[in-house]
């Protein structure tokens, strides 16, 4: 670690998390995205936190919206994975469903910065984040995919529109992260499950929690924090 | 209005919502911090864009985070004045939940700005925030009374923990306005709808629908845009 230069603080004083720079970089922005706000952290802020110098994090991240579009990728895509690769699986639509909510509820609480709280940013919807957004509808349209085929299958009073529904409760941990600092512990059971009943689905919730895990489990798909 | 200034394009030229000039400037504020961003937006850019000077605008507010909280203090002030309303009402408690869900997903819907996009902000958790905190805790204190009450009395087979759910929910109008530009026009039923049935309510959601109009007829709340 490069000296971070006289009378200027480390924002931490901790090892970074990751096991390279790249990694350690994404863990600082990822704190002061968050923690100090997007617009107002320079690079030179990031790099200062990891303590490196501007021109080594340039190396990595050609500029801050590279680093913030980085963070974003890594909220979606293990979910995304896992939703490709259930798609065509023959199991029911409901045990997919709860399976593909289950991993997306834990592995927003498991981040170790609240990086979703980035998706309302105003740079959002701009031209550099275009694919980030396509990347993130391809995973809500999945999740529309399997709650119309959950209410197709099984629900005898299904909520018109309903099927928008999952994704949207699903991502509000991240708001329960940033009201409370952390998601309640019985927000990985209470919204899959809540994710179901909303869809005028009213099977048994722990033989599709039971089926759920084993399905994960077979696509080796690690539950963070197990 | 002032002259602008030579130079310095104005941000709107149409007219400003709002009757008074503390109005304009909340609009103007409202469209430049949820487009521009909060913490890049000054004074003088919210100024401009009324077309009235910044020492007109001190006049009104002393600092940036004033107006930040008087426009925050908008998104929760009449579905807060409903719930305490609603409070001790003999009603049941789904016809009570429903008609605070569908008011406050209209009212979430209709405002011009998505001002709840700025809930996420970092500055919100300063002290300086903590009076606006406390009141949206308290209005997610009667959603919580509300649906835990929903869940004792009609609920066969309630989700541990949904009690926390249509809360959140509803506030899922906000990252809709913000993914998709506006919220489906169906969000204000499919969202009161499927608030109480994935609290385990297997009720009939035309009769509780229409409950909870009449409720909000006789207390007089007028449901935006009708």
């Excluded at 997007?38 to 990595?60: E, K, M, P």
């Excluded at 913030?68 to 409901?94: F, G, H, K, N, Q």
């Excluded at 899959?192 to 994960?216: C, F, K, N, Q, S």
Aim: hydrophobic fraction near 45%; charged fraction near 25%.
């Amino acid at each position: 670690m490069a000296n971070p230069g006289p009378g200027r603080p480390r924002l931490e004083q901790r090892t970074r998390r990751g096991r390279t720079p790249r990694a350690e970089i994404l863990d600082a922005a990822g704190e002061l995205f968050t923690t100090n706000g997007y617009a107002t952290t320079s690079t030179r802020a990031v790099a200062d936190a990891v303590g490196i110098r501007q021109a080594s994090l340039y190396h990595h991240f050609a500029a801050k919206d590279d680093i913030l579009d980085a963070l974003l990728a890594e909220t979606i895509a293990t979910p995304l994975e896992l939703a490709v690769r259930m798609r065509d699986l023959p199991e029911r639509a409901d045990t997919r469903l709860y399976a593909l909510a289950w991993f997306d509820v834990r592995q927003l609480c498991a981040a170790h910065w609240n990086l979703g709280a980035l998706y309302l940013l105003p740079e959002l919807r701009t031209d550099r984040f275009a694919s980030f957004r396509l990347r993130r509808d391809e995973l809500r349209g999945h999740y529309e995919t399997f709650a119309a085929a959950v209410i197709a299958e099984a629900a005898d009073d299904a909520v018109p529109g309903a099927e928008v529904l999952p994704f949207r409760l699903v991502e509000t941990v991240i708001n329960m992260r940033s009201d409370e600092g952390a998601a309640p512990a019985y927000a990985e059971r209470t919204i899959p499950d809540a994710t179901l009943r909303m869809l005028g689905w009213a099977g048994d919730l722990r033989e599709v929690r039971a089926a759920a895990g084993r399905l994960l489990d077979r696509l080796a798909v690690p539950l963070p924090l197990g």
